[in-house]
C-alpha cells in the first residue's frame, strides 16, 4: 500500500501522471478508509483482563463505531479463510494421501457448529495474549472464520480438481512452477466461484455474529464492541428500538462493504469468467469504473501488478532440465499402507468414544441426545419441505423474469446474512401473548434465514433455463401443472437440490439459535438438539457440549450422505 | 542425431476398477532432424497418447523414449507444443499468453517483451498484444497458441491436431504460415510432430506419414513423401499419395467372414443411425451414384475423416456397402435400402442386424428366450467386459442399443437399465 508515498521508490510513470478528476474524487474515499482500518484496528489492540466489564451502550451514536469493528473483524475473519483456502485446497490437490484425509475431514468441521469451536478455542486464544483485548478479538474471529471458510476451502478445491485437462498440460508443457501455476492457472480459473462463496461466507458470518461476539462459553461474559453484542445487549434488556438500529446498521454495512468491495471485486474477477458464453451479463461497478479512470490508481495498479508480477519468478524452474530426475518422495508408503493407518485411526477413534461415553455422559443421556436429534431432523425436513413448497414455485416466476431476478437476487443475499436472533422480539411477543406451544412455532426459524438459499438457487436456475425450450412449450401448448410438471420442475430441479443442501446444512447450524429463544427474562425452548447444545453450552458442560456436537455432526454426515447426496446425484444424471 | 526416438513403447490406462486398456503396445518411432512427420490412425489409435509421451506429459509403461539421446523424464524445454482446443489463458491478455513460456523460464521481463512482440509481428498478431483471448476469432486464437509455442525456441514442435477446431479455410492459411516460416528458416525449430485425422492435411505437409492401428497402436505403415512444399493439393501426385493414405486407413486389420460369425464381442463401429443413413444417402445421390472416392465423398460430407470412417464400417458390416481400396460401393441391398421408405428402411436394418452385427443377434435371442421378454443390462455388459474394458464394453452396448431400437428388435429403459423384446407391450 504504501508504495504510493515512498519518494524513492516511486516510479517515474506515476509522477509523470497529472491527476484527473476521478483521481480527487477517489482521494477522500481512499484516505477515509485508510484512516477506518487504523483506528479500528488500534482498537482492537487495547488491555483487557478476564472478568472486566465490558460495557456496551445502547446509543445509536456509539452505532458506526460497532458497526466499524464488526466489519474489520469480518474482514480479518476473511483474509483468515482464505489463507487456510489456499492452503487446504492447495494440499488436497498435490497430495493425494493428504486429500484422502482432508476431504472427509472438511466434510466433518463445516457440519460443527460455530458454537462447538469457540468453546474450544476461546481459553487458548485469551492465554495467547493475556492482559490484552487481542486474545478475545481472535477468539471472535476464529468463530467467525469456522463459519466462513469450509464452503470457500470446497471451492477452491473443486475449481483446482476440475481444470480443464488441456490448460493443465500447456502448464506442465511450458514448466510453469508449482507456485506460478497456482497464481497464473489456478486461482484464476477458480476465482469467479471462489469470490461467490467468499460473499456468501459473509453472510453466514452475520448470521453467527452474535454468537461470535458476545461470547457466553462456559461462565464467561464477554462482549467485544460490534453489532452482535449490541444485539446481545438490545436481547436482554428488552429494547426493540436498538434492534431496529441494529438491523438498520447491518444492512448499512452490508451496503458499503457491497459495494466498495465485492461488486468491484465481481466487475473486476469478470475476466476470468471461462466459458466465452455471452448469456450472463457482466458485473458492473461505479467503484472499478472510478479506478479505472484515475490515473493515479492506475499507475498505482500497474505498478504493484508488476511488483507482483516479479514474484512470479519466484521457484522457477532451472534452465534446462531435461533429463532431470522425476522428483519421487523419498519415503513413499504405498496407498494400502495409507488407508490401513488411516482405519486404524478411525477404529482408535471410535473407541476413544465409546469410552467416552460410557465414562463420561453415560448410555442414557447418549439416547436422549439421539432422540432430541431425531426431533431436530424431523424439524429440518419439514421446514425444508415447506419453504420449498412456498418458495420453489415463486423462484420460478421471478427467475423467467430477468428485470426481478437480479434484485431479487441481491435481496436474498442480504436475508440470507440476517442474524435470526434479530426475530427474537417478534417470536417472543408473538408466542407468548398467543399461548403458542413453542415447540412448534419456534421452528420456523431454523429456516429463517436459510430458505433464502432455495429461492436464491432455484431463481439462478430458472434464469439459465434455455428460451428455445420455453418457445417450444409454448408452442406446443403446454399451459398449467403440465408445463410445470414437465418443462419448469424438471429444469430447476438440479439447482433446487444444490439450494437445499445449503439451507439444510444451514439449519442444523441455525437449530443452535433457533431451538433456544430469550428475550430479556422470558426464555422459550423447544425440544431438540441445538437448545441441548446451547443450553450445555451456557452452563459450561464440556463433556455434554461434545456428545451433542458429536450428535449433530453424525446426523448431519448422514442426512448428507444418503440422502442429499443421492438426491443430487439423481439430478446431475437427470439434466445430462 | 534423430530429434526424438522411441524404442518399443507401450502405454496403457486403468480405468475404473476394470483391466488396464492397452493404448499402445510396441511403438518404435523416430523424429530426425529436419523433418516434418505427420501421425494419423483412427480414434483410439493412440496417437495423442504418443505425442504426450513425446511432450513428456505421460510416462511411459515400458520401452525408451529419448530426446537427443537423453531420457524424456519430464517437460522439457526444447519441446512446445500446439493445442487443439488452443489452451490459451483466457484471463491473460495475448502477450501474456505468449510470454508464459519465458516467464516459466525465467527471463527477464524486458527482454520478454522484446521476443514476444517479435513473435507476434512473425505470427501476424501485431497490434492484438493487448487483447484477451475472447475477443478473437478462432484462428487469431490458434495464432496465439502457435506464439506461445514458437517463442520458447523450441527444438521440436508438437501440434495436437491443431487445425481441426478451425474451418477449413482458416486451417489451410494457418497451416500454409507454419510451413513458410519452417521452409524459410524464419525458425529455430528442427523437427515437428503432426498429429492429425485429416489426411489431406497430412499429405500436405509432412515429409513422412506415420499410420497407427487400433487396439492397442501400433505403427501399422509409413509413408515418405518427397514431393517439394509449397504442395498443390490438385496435382495428380498429391491425389495419389491421399487415395493411397485411405486406401491404408480403411484397411479392415481382420477380414470380415466366418472367422467373426459367433464373435459376440466383435468390436462394433462407433457411428450412429443418422449418420450412417446420412453417408448412405449421400453416397447414394447425384453426383456419386452409388459408388465414390473417399476424399471425394468426405469432401461432399464436409465431415473429417476420422468421423466418417466408423460410419464406413457400420455399412460394410451391415452389408450395405463394399469399402476397397479407398473407394466406396454400394451393394445391391444397399441401393434398395436407398429407395426404401422409412418403415422398410427400419424392417431392413433389423434384418441386418440379425444376420450380420452377433451382438445384436444375441440380445434378440436372450429376450426372447426370456419369459416377460425383459432382461438387465448388466449381463451383456459382463459378457462383454470379458474381452473388452469396462469402458469400451459400455459404449459398445450403447451402440447395439440404438441400433436395435432403430431395427426394432428390442427397447431400452434409461432409467431401469433394462432391455425388452420391441414390439412386446406386457408390462
Known sequence: ??????????????????????????????????????????????????????????????????????????????????????????????????????????????????????????????????????????????????????????????????????????????????????????????????????????????????????????????????????????????????????????????LLYDQLFFRPLLAWADKFRFEESQGEHAQRSWVLDWGRRSVWIRAFSERMWALLGRTLGWFAAPDDTVAAAPSRPRFSLSPRAVDALLLLLALLGGWRFIVFIHAQVGWGETLRVLGLGCITLVRVMLLIGLASLVWVPLAVWIGLRPVYAQKVQALAQFLAAFPVNLMFPIVVYAIVHLHLNPNLWLSPLMVFGTQWYILFNVVAGASTLPTELRLAADNLGLTGWLKWKRVYLPAVFPSFVTGAITASGGSWNASIVAEYVTWGKTSLVADGLGSYIKQMTDAGDFHRIALGIGVMCVFVMLLNRFFWRRLYLLAEDRSR | MNLIELKDVAKSFRSGDGPPRTILGGVDFTLADGEIVALLGKSGSGKSTLLRIVAGLVPLDAGRAEYRGRAILGPLSGVAMVFQSFALFPWLTVRQNVELGLEAQGVTPASRRERAGAMLDLIGLSGFGSALPRELSGGMRQRVGIARALVTNPDVLLMDEAFSALDVLTGETLRGDILDLWDGKRIPTRGMLVVSHNIEEAVMMADRIVILSSDPGRVRHEIRIDLPRPRNADTPEVRALVDEVYGLMTARPVPPGAAREAKVDWRLPDADVGRIESVLDLLAGMPFDGRADLPQLSEEAELADEELFPAYEALGLLGLAHVEGGDIALSALGRRYADADQGLRQALFGRQLLKQVPLAAHIHRRLELEAGNTLAEEPFLALLADTLEADQAKRMLEVAIEWGRYGELYEYDYHTGRLKLAGDTSE
Do not use: H
Open chain 1, 1 to 254: 500500500m504504501f508504495e504510493l508515498f515512498i519518494p524513492g521508490r516511486t516510479g517515474r510513470s506515476f509522477l509523470a501522471t497529472t491527476p484527473n478528476r476521478w483521481d480527487w474524487a477517489l482521494l477522500p474515499l481512499v484516505l477515509a478508509l485508510l484512516a477506518l482500518a487504523a483506528y479500528g484496528a488500534m482498537q482492537m489492540t487495547r488491555p483487557f483482563v478476564l472478568g472486566q466489564p465490558t460495557p456496551i451502550v445502547l446509543d445509536p451514536a456509539w452505532l458506526p463505531y460497532y458497526l466499524l469493528r464488526t466489519i474489520l473483524r469480518m474482514f480479518s475473519a476473511l483474509g483468515c479463510a482464505l489463507l487456510f483456502t489456499f492452503v487446504f485446497a492447495v494440499t488436497a490437490t498435490r497430495w493425494r494421501a493428504a486429500e484422502k484425509v482432508l476431504v472427509p475431514l472438511l466434510d466433518v468441521l463445516q457440519s460443527v457448529p460455530i458454537l462447538g469451536f469457540q468453546a474450544i478455542a476461546i481459553a487458548p486464544f485469551i492465554a495467547l495474549f493475556p492482559g490484552n483485548m487481542l486474545g478475545v478479538e481472535c477468539a471472535a474471529v476464529f468463530a467467525i472464520v469456522t463459519s466462513q471458510a469450509w464452503n470457500m476451502a470446497f471451492s477452491l478445491y473443486q475449481s483446482m480438481k476440475t481444470i480443464p485437462p488441456e490448460l493443465a498440460e500447456a502448464a506442465r508443457v511450458f514448466r510453469l512452477s508449482a507456485w506460478q501455476r497456482f497464481w497464473r492457472l489456478e486461482l484464476p480459473y477458480a476465482m469467479p466461484a471462489l469470490l461467490w462463496n467468499m460473499m456468501m461466507s459473509m453472510s453466514g458470518g452475520w448470521f453467527f455474529l452474535v454468537a461470535a461476539e458476545a461470547i457466553s462459553v462456559a461462565g464467561q461474559d464477554i462482549k467485544l464492541p460490534g453489532i452482535g453484542a449490541w444485539i446481545a445487549v438490545a436481547i436482554e434488556q428488552r429494547n426493540g428500538a436498538a434492534i431496529a438500529w441494529a438491523i438498520a446498521a447491518m444492512f448499512a454495512g452490508i
